[in-house]
């Protein structure tokens, strides 16, 4: 597997895979090349995989220090960002200092942060442990935490020195995680290439099987959809990275209304890019067999294609009309206009968004 | 006078002067044109003149929240930084609202920081309110808090959306502040120009008079040089933006040993540019006489010349050998060439740093 480049000028990085030609000290070494010390950053599901890295790292020369955070998305806070800082004055982190950020997207986003923010900005290694992060948070560089009025609402644009992916991380997740992240992955087919949705069909069973050759090269492909979007959008300047969220209007209204904890992300994404997709037809926009291959591939990958039906719809409708991408609470979605190709679709009735959440 | 442009591409921004053609309201409308919220930040003693700035935005028609932080150097912390992103959650900013930072370096650091993290960047209005934010900290993008192990280590690079600087709000900060901010105006002058440094020799009497053409032909100045380096360097990268710590290896030094609290940052900045010209004369880099000038001109604006007796030697080298500026233990320092002119210079003898420090 060739490592996928994420070309963003001086900012430019690697995203590398265990298993090719090189191993960890190589890609550490050209990563970070001037590092001396790590901070590697865990939570408790991926201490014992930080410890792997943790090793590595300190065969190639490295000291390193470790903090273990809560696992589960409470511990992006303020608290545990204020912590991880100390953790990095205690060791004491000088200006080349890693931080290696070894667990799912809350470990990554979190640690990212306090990367960013240690000195104005330490080099940060990403370390993906989930298949989301592997597809998805882990390439881009946004980092940040969570506040009470608002996920993610505080961070920085950090882009990672390097992501190191190592699928056999994956052996200890959970299969319901597992399953929650190839929404991304049936995300990426649907707004960018039609061939790999194809080749998602034809390889569900190795997929689910987490098929060692499979599950590299779906990684790997959907490491480089998402790097051609955060390459022509760094910073969410101009609109371009709005494609990424497809199925998120909805299912950001999804996970608010059911509570974060029904649902996870990814089945929450998935039920949201049905009801977009609906939502297209309804509007005239794809025939109706765009539609049933989603729904076909998200059911064979166990994923729900429904809000739950005890969730009240005018809670929802609310929530869609407050979503950052509403403008003037006009609401606003991406929807397919074939598989492969997206586009931002704005005033749409909010009649037909009932209809289809009913 | 003319606004002073900062050219940093798509991030440029002018430094604007009240008094001048165009008024705060026009300023506004141009540096935030989309904001339709802004939350003021101020600290104790600066809370009348947000009142007014506050007063001002309403007038064109924003609608404004306030927060006002206890002055001083110990509100650039995580918690009063975690009050702020309160604040704006509770606005509710969107991504629009601007953050105006009315008050001296404390409150343009945090607010500024606050101004980075909220949303991965909210745009930012600097009014300084003291001497030296006017010259100093309200202009280079460079935002953030203390944490107990060192001055400054928790930030980011956020570059204000605006600069506004009304001279009126020095008014009334007491002598001592304004005092200790011309130091950094000396600065600007051994570093990048001799001439501004002859026109601070002739007209200081008019400056600390705080006549008005003299305090913003002196800021205008200031600005200009300091934008002139920070466009080279936005991101203090290619080392250029080291030259701007002339004296400040030695005033952090003092600063250290004597406790933050006994001299104010400028009067550290005093003694320790009078330390580094001796030690450049010893190395036989310059006349005697760039030495005298700066002495005579730092005693005309009151200012000290030489750390207090009491405070030990040997301590002050260890803070210079761990200076982030040190490369592995050699002390390293910003030394003038001439009047107008300073180059970084590696593996000074300690011997000599003792000496000028007796
Ligand atoms: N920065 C971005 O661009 C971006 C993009 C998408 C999502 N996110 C964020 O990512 C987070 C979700 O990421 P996630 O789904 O990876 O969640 P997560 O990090 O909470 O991981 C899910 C669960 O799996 C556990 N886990 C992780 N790796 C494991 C392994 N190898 N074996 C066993 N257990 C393991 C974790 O401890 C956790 O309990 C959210 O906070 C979301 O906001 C960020
Ligand atoms: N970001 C940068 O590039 C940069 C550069 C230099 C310094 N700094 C930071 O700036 C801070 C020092 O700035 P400062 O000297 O302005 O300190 P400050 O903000 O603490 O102000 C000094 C004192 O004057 C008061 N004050 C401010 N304006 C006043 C006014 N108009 N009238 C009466 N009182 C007033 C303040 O309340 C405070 O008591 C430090 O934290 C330093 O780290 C940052
Ligand atoms: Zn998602
Ligand atoms: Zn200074």
């Not at 990275?241 to 992300?265: D, K, M, Q, S």
Request: net charge negative; proline share 5%.
């Amino acid at each position: 597997m060739e490592p996928v480049r994420v070309n963003l000028g001086p900012r430019s990085y690697d995203i590398r895979f265990a298993g090719d030609l090189g191993s960890f000290a190589d890609f550490v070494r050209l990563s970070v090349p001037r590092a001396k010390l790590a901070l590697v950053v865990a939570d408790t599901h991926t201490e014992r995989h930080a410890t792997t890295v943790r090793d590595a790292l300190e065969s190639v020369g490295l000291r390193t220090g470790m903090a273990v955070v809560p696992s589960g998305e409470s511990s992006k806070s303020l608290a545990e960002f204020g912590k991880l800082l100390d953790a990095l004055a205690d060791l004491p982190a000088d200006r080349q200092t890693a931080v290696v950020a070894v667990g799912g997207g809350v470990v990554g986003d979190l640690a990212g942060f306090a990367a960013a923010a240690y000195n104005r900005g330490l080099p940060l290694v990403m370390v993906p442990t989930t298949l989301l992060s592997m597809v998805d948070s882990s390439v881009g560089g946004k980092t940040g935490i969570n506040h009470a009025k608002g996920k993610n609402l505080i961070g920085a644009f950090h882009q990672p020195a390097g992501v190191w992916i190592d699928p056999a991380f994956l052996g200890t997740l959970p299969d319901r995680e597992f399953r929650s992240g190839l929404a991304e992955v049936v995300k990426y087919g649907v707004i960018q290439d039609a061939e790999f949705f194809a080749w998602q069909e034809a390889n569900a069973a190795a997929i689910l099987a987490r098929d060692l050759e499979a599950v590299r090269y779906l990684v790997a492909k959907s490491c480089r959809l998402k790097a051609d979007v955060v390459e022509q959008d760094e910073r969410e300047e101009t609109g371009l990275r709005a494609i990424l969220n497809y199925g998120h209007t909805f299912a950001h209204a999804f996970e608010t209304v059911g509570g974060y904890g029904a649902w996870l992300h990814g089945e929450a994404v998935a039920a949201g890019m049905v009801c977009a997709s609906r939502l297209a037809e309804k509007l005239g926009r794809i025939p109706a067999d765009v539609t049933e291959r989603q729904v076909k591939l998200l059911t064979a990958f166990g994923l729900p294609l429904h809000p739950k039906a005890e969730w009240p719809i005018e809670p929802m409708i609310d929530v869609m009309r407050r979503d950052k991408k509403a403008a003037a609470g006009r609401l606003r979605f991406v929807l397919p206009t074939r598989m492969g190709h997206v586009e931002l679709v704005d005033g749409v009735p909010e009649d037909l968004v009932r209809e289809v959440l009913c």
